[in-house]
């Protein structure tokens, strides 16, 4: 065996390549969340066939406006206009005794309108109103899918120093994790189709009768809490709709979106890790390399195992020599049972395939026996 090379085993044994050694790790992390919760698109959905109903069959109240007019200018006397006049016989001009024929000068006019200005209504309007802020904040905040990405770079180098051997080393990994989590579909639809249907439906909300009307009145939104009318409390329909408003009035937003950006570099375990496997490559290059080298798996064994008590030794300063023992017999009766465990695999494997091309073989000497 070549003397020099017996020189730096000895070099090693004294720590020489720790005692060169000159090295830096550098870790770079860029990790970003989007975790979204899509559960207000889902009550939203749910609650839209009810107040559909509302919209299509709105709640009205008769409106009588009465003013005093002309006859000439009246439409229609009623039984009102009537017992106003008996009520006000200044506005009779002229009576026929013989007759019985009365001759008013100004009559009451009742004007009926429907009128869309109720409580509940109103109700209605502001939920609605309420409703596109809400959703319209909702999607510019929400993602498609809940995803995260995961960027880390490790790079490590340095040089060290073994008898007359100068080493430099570098290691680059660099690794990118992306995970996508789709969001389940309603009815077959994808998340934009439901969110471009519940948008078709707001705005045919916004264009209907109530809306428009109730908007060219100026009504006042109502405020919460929310009155308690028979309406409100028994029809099935505005139950609903109050549900809803009182989901976006304490509506709390459950999204997570985080970031981390770090560079550091490591001077600890994981640098101490990379230092120790470095040494480990340098011994096994050392020896695959330098065909003077005699290098014999016993002592490449020797020389691991040596480190890795070293480091055993260092991670726990009261590990005992009995302890020493136990650990290596459990890794010894591991790695046996391993290798055990594969070659019944490999043993069951050629079996099967003997089997198997035993029958094949058989099925062939029958086929020639009928072909004969």
Do not use: C
Request: proline share 2%; aromatic share 10%.
């Amino acid at each position: 065996m070549d003397d020099s090379f017996e020189i730096d085993f000895e070099d090693l044994k004294n720590d020489s390549f720790m005692n060169h050694l000159n090295s830096t790790l550098l870790v770079k992390r860029d990790y970003e969340l989007h975790e979204y919760d899509y559960e207000w698109l889902e009550i939203i959905e749910d609650v839209l066939p009810y107040l559909d109903n509302i919209i299509r069959n709105p709640k009205r109240f008769i409106i009588n406006e009465e003013e005093i007019v002309k006859v000439e200018l009246s439409k229609k006397i009623t039984v009102e206009s009537v017992i106003h006049l008996t009520q006000h016989t200044n506005l009779i001009q002229d009576y026929n005794s013989k007759t019985g024929d009365v001759k008013p000068t100004k009559v009451l006019n009742i004007n009926k309108e429907e009128s869309l200005d109720t409580y509940e209504n109103r109700f209605i309007f502001t939920l609605i109103n309420n409703l596109r802020t809400f959703f319209n904040e909702r999607v510019t905040t929400t993602g498609d899918n809940s995803f995260y990405i995961d960027k880390k770079n490790l790079k490590y180098d340095g040089n060290s120093k073994v008898g007359t051997d100068n080493i430099n080393f570098s290691l680059v990994i660099n690794s990118y994790d992306k995970n996508v989590k789709k969001t389940s579909n309603n009815g077959n639809l994808t998340y934009q189709e439901r969110i471009n249907k519940v948008k078709v439906q707001l705005d045919g909300f916004t264009g209907s009768e109530l809306m428009t009307m109730l908007t060219k009145l100026h009504v006042p939104p109502v405020r919460s809490p929310i009155r308690k009318t028979n309406v409100i409390l028994k029809n099935p329909n505005f139950r609903k709709a109050e549900e809803l408003w009182n989901y976006i009035q304490t509506y709390v937003n459950k999204d997570r979106n985080e970031k981390d950006k770090k560079d550091y570099f490591d001077n600890g375990y994981l640098k101490k890790e990379y230092d120790q496997a470095i040494l480990m490559a340098y011994i096994a290059n050392k020896a695959l390399v330098d065909d003077s080298v005699s290098l014999t798996e016993e002592k490449m064994l020797s020389e691991v195992i040596d480190r890795l008590i070293a480091n055993l030794l260092d991670a726990d300063d009261e590990l005992t020599e009995d302890r020493l023992k136990e650990i290596f017999i459990e890794q010894i009766k591991k790695a046996k049972a391993s290798n055990n465990n594969k070659k019944k695999v490999i043993l069951k494997v050629y079996r099967d395939r003997m089997e198997k091309d035993k029958k094949m073989i058989a099925e062939a000497f029958d086929l020639l026996k009928e072909g004969v």
